[in-house]
Each structure stands twice: as structure tokens, then as C-alpha cells.
């Protein structure tokens, strides 16, 4: 069974850092490509970043120079650290693994499996 955990979310001021996991079970996670989004509340859900099993990365502009993804092949996971956090970084983290594991685009279409989020909270 394809399974993804994530873990990692809190209440951190802006400014300050957080590295949420995404750990894969049921596949190796370095098949597949693996993205992170993110739901504010009332608003529609936003792909953040993601990395493909060629290890090519992508961040929207919003968080460019801010979040690093990376993955971590032999205890399948995938990270996204987070760093100078703003109180719009606020919403639920999720992540989801794709299939097609060129994918290089945090679009949710693309993606067949998601976790159950993890929530961070930014305060001013």
C-alpha cells in the first residue's frame, strides 16, 4: 500500500525555520517525483516545490531562496526546509508523489498519491 506520512509542522514566528519530512512507504520515493503544497485557509491549494527522480527541483517563485527540498533515498523521505518564514507560509503541508517521476511542476493533477498534511502556523 503507497503510503505518505508527513511530519515536522508547528507554530514558529516569522523569521524563523521548520523542515517538514514527507516518508514513503509502499515505493521507493527516489521512483517517483515528490512535490509539497500548501492550503491556506479559504484559499485554493498552491504547489510549493518538488524534486523528480533525475533530482531536478522546483520552487514557486514565493518561497525561491527560502525552502530547500532534498531527498533522502535510503530512509525514503523527502524534506522541505524552511527557512525566513512569513506568516503567509501559514497552511497545511502536504505531500504527494507522482508516477511520472520526470515531473518537475508542483501541479496537482500530476500526482496520484497524497499525505495527510501537516500544519504550520506563522506568527507575527
Known amino acids: 500500500e503507497v503510503q505518505l506520512v508527513e511530519s515536522g509542522g508547528g507554530l514558529v514566528q516569522a523569521g524563523g525555520s521548520l523542515r517538514l519530512s514527507c516518508v514513503a512507504s509502499?515505493?521507493?520515493?527516489?521512483?517517483?517525483?515528490i512535490g509539497w503544497f500548501r492550503q491556506a485557509p479559504g484559499k485554493e491549494r498552491e504547489g510549493v516545490s518538488c524534486?523528480?527522480?533525475?533530482?531536478?527541483?522546483y520552487y514557486v517563485d514565493s518561497v525561491k531562496g527560502r525552502f530547500t527540498i532534498s531527498s533522502d533515498n535510503a530512509k525514503n523521505t523527502v524534506y522541505l526546509q524552511m527557512s525566513s518564514l512569513k506568516p503567509e507560509d501559514t497552511g497545511i503541508y502536504y505531500c504527494?508523489?507522482?508516477?511520472?517521476?520526470?515531473?518537475?511542476?508542483?501541479?496537482?493533477?500530476?500526482?496520484?498519491?497524497w499525505g495527510q498534511g501537516t500544519q504550520v502556523t506563522v506568527s507575527t
Open positions: 524534486i523528480n527522480s533525475l533530482g531536478r527541483t
Open positions: 509502499g515505493f521507493t520515493s527516489g521512483d517517483y517525483a
Open positions: 504527494a508523489a507522482a508516477t511520472n517521476n520526470i515531473v518537475v511542476v508542483p501541479i496537482g493533477d500530476f500526482y496520484d498519491y
